[in-house]
């Protein structure tokens, strides 16, 4: 049971530089999301895709996109990536419901030079 | 964001009871969530409680809900080293259906 699987794990790149986050679920889940977890402020929504073919921002999605290629995968990307991008980014995947509790990637530990 | 709140830190003597509290802002939320996130890893979710429920049980966790204050807290009976991570409290805004997140209480299990 994989569950949500990112990758990578670690990331180091340098201002201006662009790169793409990786995101698949094994769960039939319709919904997937993206957050940003900064210390002191809890986790933050970027973009989510409540069902394959839909995206939407959520509270931070400035600098990024967003691409649902298909009901398992759901990709974050970052055009020219900045230090104030330096983060740790989950992905996160629930049911039809949304009041279903989310299921949560490992993390992606970003550093923006 | 950061219309959930909770206390940051939390230093707790193992075998003690830990109480993590958390306020949030949307009286119309019909659940309130726990997550626990261990060092390195994603969040998982601990426990939750439905907006018509007062108290909930759940072995070692007590979750206890005052909706007219917009309380939530969460007891850990008999605090073990295991229990050291972050808890987050999460709400489900009513106008979205989206989680909002407080900033998590990280919660410290000394000998």
């Known amino acids: 049971n994989a569950g949500v699987t990112q990758t990578p794990k670690f990331q180091v790149l340098k201002t201006g530089q662009s790169m793409t986050l990786q995101c698949a679920q094994d769960?039939?889940?319709?919904?997937m999301y993206w957050y940003r977890q900064d210390p002191g402020m809890g986790l933050r929504l970027i973009y989510y895709s409540a069902s394959e073919g839909t995206t939407d921002k959520g509270e931070v999605p400035n600098g990024y996109n967003v691409s649902r290629l298909n009901k398992r995968e759901f990709s974050l990307r970052l055009e020219s990536a900045a230090p104030s991008q330096t983060s740790v980014y989950f992905c996160a995947s629930s049911g039809w419901d949304m009041n279903e509790k989310l299921f949560f990637g490992s993390g992606t530990q970003l550093s923006v030079l | 964001g950061e219309d959930v709140e909770q206390s940051l830190f939390l230093s707790v003597r193992e075998g003690d009871s830990s109480v993590i509290n958390c306020t949030y802002t949307?009286?119309?939320?019909?659940?309130l969530y726990w997550y626990k996130q261990e060092p390195g890893a994603g969040l998982q979710l601990l426990t939750y409680i439905f907006s018509n429920m007062d108290m909930k049980q759940d072995q070692r966790l007590t979750v206890l809900l005052n909706k007219k204050d917009k309380h939530l807290s969460l007891r850990i009976a008999d605090t073990q080293t295991g229990d050291s991570a972050i808890y987050f409290c999460?709400?489900?805004?009513?106008?979205?259906?989206?989680?909002?997140f407080g900033a998590g209480t990280t919660v410290t299990v000394r000998a």
């Open positions: 769960m039939n889940h319709n919904s």
């Open positions: 999460a709400e489900i805004l009513s106008n979205d259906y989206k989680l909002s």
């Open positions: 949307d009286s119309s939320s019909t659940y």
